[in-house]
């Protein structure tokens, strides 16, 4: 009995590809069985039954596929260009892909959010069709994805090649960002380590007028130790504040950390809340506590510094992809002053030994820094101009030297004054160069320029207590005003930005960036140099035939 279909009839074409025959010569059962299986119904012993077609999903009608060919002519013939708005993966729009196709907000932050194992459990399909969809996006027509910036840890030149700005924070023209930069991100994503700054200025000046009130080479001052108590206790504040905001951002932003910590320049504030609690040690308040310091807090401060350098100085030793000569900036030097500063609390706490070893490594490692930023190698990424005020920083190692040396072997002998030489020569060569501190947009890395000044200071008065004379106090009370009258600067600044003019804390570009560069960067100077050099090797071949043809002409006729 015949059935008859209920369906009404489609036409619908095979778009199976054809393959070309490669054996012209083939065995007519080989063929039969080919086709048997290609039509089960036509041939073959199972002839009379009729088998479901299982290749359906293989086949499409004749509009679709005439609908679908146009899309695809369409969309090659149109040139997608890369918006630098954040929304876009190699010039997929992202915004519906990463929010799950929805018209909800315009970036995705959760991407920088903590991975746990909690979250994963209670979103497992919505993150894995996420990742799929990026993935499938940043995916090119070779199969290689395009951009892992995601999955994948940044490299460090990748900073250098995308980043320009005093601090490596500002995005190049020609790159693009993971988050959109018109829309405010949220608060812990804008909190930078670098608010350290802040916590380094402030305990290197309750230092500064510690040494003030109690040196005999500015006793005729008469400065109340009070101004150090209330430069203490604002430092402590400054520092239990940042240090708790950063560790919510630790808490719900751990990616958007290991971003900061793979960044060639902030990686070094991560060991600035460990020198600004030695700074805070030595410079306690004598009304707080007149004990000796005891050496569990030199344990307890440097511990963790000492760990943390031995994984640094390991990259710069190893000779992988962030050795020295490749990440080495200005900010390196805060990798190294805590050594010196880390002596200077073990000398204090009695542990001469341990302070002469910290002293060593720190000045071994500063030779090595110095030596490489001033050689400038061929391998060494280049460093944009803008990054130049921060070459402050190259004062503050020499100058904690000399302070450390002093308070290890009680004399301000030959060995400390070198160091403090040094420091003050750099120091001179940084004021007749005073343009470089200029024109720049105020950000809370300027407070990281006023703690090697501070220190420089110090050390300056350590030196007018050995060679106590005019110029030696009046070069102490020179620089002491200077980098107390910055640091006010620098405090009034941050509060109008912070709460008057809300700008303190603007987008964190720096972190968003990709992996990969998105685009391909077209060099057409360098085309039209080529072509102009092909123009002048040509007439200068013609020029040179011509005259080899002059003088056979010549024989010719002679």
């Known amino acids: ?22 054996d012209a010569e083939q065995e007519p059962q080989q063929q039969d069985n080919n086709n048997n299986k290609r039509f089960p119904g036509s041939r073959g012993p199972n002839r009379g039954r009729q088998r479901p077609y299982r290749g359906f999903s293989r086949q499409v009608s004749l509009e679709t596929g005439f609908s679908v060919l146009n899309r695809e002519s369409k969309g090659r013939s149109e040139k997608k260009s890369l918006p630098r708005s954040g929304r876009s993966f190699a010039g997929f729009e992202t915004r519906g892909i990463i929010n799950g196709g929805g018209d909800g907000r315009k970036g995705d932050f959760s991407i920088f959010r903590t991975k746990s194992t909690l979250s994963k ?51 190049k023209d020609n790159e693009d960002i993971l988050l959109p930069k018109e829309e405010q991100w949220p608060f812990l994503l804008r909190f930078p380590i670098g608010c350290y700054g802040i916590c380094l200025g402030l305990s290197s000046q309750a230092v500064l007028w510690l040494a003030l009130a109690k040196s005999p080479a500015t006793h005729f001052l008469h400065i109340p130790p009070v101004i150090n108590l209330v430069l203490w206790l604002l430092a402590l504040v400054a520092l239990v504040s940042v240090s708790f905001t950063y560790m919510l951002k630790c808490i719900f932003y751990f990616e958007a950390i290991k971003r900061e910590y793979f960044h060639p320049v902030r990686v070094n504030f991560f060991f600035a809340p460990w020198v ?124 904690a030297a000399s302070i450390a040396w002093n308070t290890i072997y009680g004399q301000f002998d030959g060995c400390s004054r070198t160091c403090f030489f040094i420091a003050l020569f750099l120091y001179i060569s940084l004021v007749v160069r005073i343009n470089f501190f200029t024109g720049f947009k105020f950000s809370v890395a300027w407070w990281s320029y006023t703690f090697p000044m501070t220190t420089a200071s110090v050390a300056t008065i350590k030196y007018a207590e050995a060679v106590p004379c005019f110029t030696s106090r009046a070069l102490a009370l020179t620089l002491s005003f200077i980098s107390s009258a910055m640091v006010c600067v620098l405090f009034v600044s941050t509060l109008l930005h912070g709460f008057v003019w809300q700008s303190l804390f603007p987008n964190d570009l720096a972190i968003a960036i990709t992996n990969k560069r998105l685009t391909k960067e077209k060099k057409p100077l360098k085309r039209a140099y080529d072509l102009k050099r092909w123009g002048k090797q040509a007439l200068s071949k013609k020029i040179s035939a011509e005259k080899d043809i002059e003088p056979e002409d010549e024989s010719h006729h002679g």
Request: with cysteine; aromatic share 10%; charged share 20%.
């Open 1 to 22: 009995m015949e059935q008859k279909q209920s369906t009404p009839r489609s036409n619908f074409a095979d778009i199976n590809e054809v393959v070309p025959e490669e």
């Open 121 to 171: 459990q209670n979103s497992l399909l919505p993150s894995v069709i996420r990742e799929r969809d990026i993935e499938n996006s940043l995916r090119g027509e070779d199969g290689e994805t395009k951009d892992e910036s995601i999955n994948e840890n940044v490299s460090a030149g990748r900073y250098f090649a995308a980043l320009r700005g005093p601090e490596l924070d500002e995005v």
């Open 276 to 399: 600004v609690c030695m700074f805070l040690a030595i410079s306690v308040p004598p009304v707080l506590t007149r004990k000796p310091l005891h050496p569990a807090i030199w344990c307890v401060f440097m511990g963790p510094y000492f760990f943390l350098e031995l994984k640094i100085y390991g990259q710069w030793l190893s000779g992988g992809r962030r050795r020295l000569c490749k990440v080495a900036n200005p900010s390196s030097h805060l990798s190294i002053v805590g050594n010196f500063v880390g002596a200077i609390l073990a000398s204090k706490v009695g542990w001469n030994e341990a302070a002469k070893f910290l002293w060593a490594v720190g000045f071994a490692h500063y030779l090595v820094v110095f030596v490489t930023l001033y050689q400038r190698l061929p391998t060494s990424e280049a460093l944009p101009k803008e990054l130049h005020p921060v070459y402050s920083m190259f004062i503050a190692a020499p100058s």
